[in-house]
C-alpha cells in the first residue's frame, strides 16, 4: 500500500524555523523520480514549493523560498524533508508532500504541476504568526 506520511508541521513566529519530513511507503522508486513539496492556503490554488529527483537530486524552488527553504531526501530511510527557514506569515498553509509514478516521470519544467503527480500526502499545518 502506498502511503506518504507528513510530519514537522507547527506554529512559529515569523524568522523561525521547521522541518518538515515525509515518510513514503510502498512507492516503487526504480528511477529518477520526482518527489516535491506543495502548499495551499485557504482560498487559493495549490502550488509547489520545492522538488527534487531521487537519483539525480537535481532541485527545483518556488522564487519565494529560494535563500530560506531547502529540500533534502535520505534515500536509505525514504524520506523526503522540507527545512524552512526564515519562515514568513505568507508560508502559512497545509503543506503536502507528492512523488511522481515510476511510469509517468515528470519533466524538470513541469514540477510545479500538481496534477502530474500520482501519490500524495494527508498535509501537515504550518501557521506562521507574526
Known amino acids: 500500500q502506498v502511503q506518504l506520511v507528513e510530519s514537522g508541521g507547527g506554529t512559529v513566529q515569523v524568522g523561525g524555523s521547521l522541518r518538515l519530513s515525509c515518510a513514503t511507503v510502498g512507492i516503487p522508486f526504480v528511477g529518477d523520480q520526482m518527489v516535491a513539496w506543495f502548499r495551499q492556503a485557504p482560498g487559493l490554488e495549490r502550488e509547489g514549493v520545492a522538488a527534487?529527483?531521487?537519483?539525480?537530486?537535481?532541485?527545483y524552488l518556488h522564487d519565494s523560498v529560494k535563500g530560506r527553504f531547502t529540500i533534502s531526501r535520505d534515500g536509505r530511510k525514504r524520506t523526503l524533508y522540507l527545512q524552512m527557514d526564515g519562515l514568513r506569515s505568507d508560508d502559512s498553509g497545509t503543506y503536502y508532500c507528492?512523488?511522481?509514478?515510476?511510469?509517468?516521470?515528470?519533466?524538470?519544467?513541469?514540477?510545479?504541476?500538481?496534477?502530474?503527480?500520482?501519490?500524495w500526502g494527508q498535509g501537515t499545518q504550518v501557521t506562521v504568526s507574526s
Open positions: 507528492a512523488a511522481a509514478a515510476a511510469d509517468r516521470p515528470i519533466r524538470s519544467g513541469d514540477w510545479d504541476r500538481p496534477e502530474l503527480y500520482a501519490h
Open positions: 527534487t529527483y531521487t537519483v539525480t537530486y537535481r532541485q
